[in-house]
């Protein structure tokens, strides 16, 4: 909402008094922004021994390489917030359907 990353639900409970006697039943559905949420997550890790190429008199030695690329969400960061939740759209089991769907969200929201 405006920009504003917000943790939506539903509490439902009970209040009862001293007595035993239920005095109110809670079922509401509450937003709460995620001001200061942050974190980073893990982009790419890649990990490559040396490689030597020897083509046509042309020789090439190279280091082994560790590259790591994490993105870092918090506010205002929008390329780490972008990629950290690209990152985990099929953490809770999501389809391709589902994925292809957000995806179209995250362009038509950033078409100009």
């Known amino acids: 909402m405006n920009g504003i990353l917000n943790a939506v639900g539903t509490i439902t409970g009970t209040f009862t008094d001293i007595a035993?006697?239920?005095?109110?039943i809670v079922n509401q559905t509450?937003?709460?922004?995620?001001?200061s949420f942050t974190g980073t997550c893990t982009i790419l890790t890649l990990h490559t021994g040396a490689i030597n190429l020897s083509?046509?008199?042309?020789?090439v030695s190279l280091s082994p390489i560790d590259l790591v690329i994490t993105a870092t969400a918090a506010p205002g960061n929008l390329l780490g917030n972008l990629l950290c939740s690209v990152a985990h759209l099929l953490d809770s089991g999501g389809t391709l359907t589902t994925l292809t769907a957000l995806l179209n969200q995250i362009l038509g929201?950033?078409?100009i």
Do not use: K, M, Y
Not at 30 to 35: A, C, E, R, V
Not at 55 to 59: C, F, K, T
């Open 55 to 59: 083509v046509l008199g042309l020789n």
């Open 30 to 35: 509450i937003t709460i922004p995620l001001t």
């Open 20 to 24: 035993g006697n239920v005095t109110t």
């Open 109 to 111: 929201a950033i078409r």
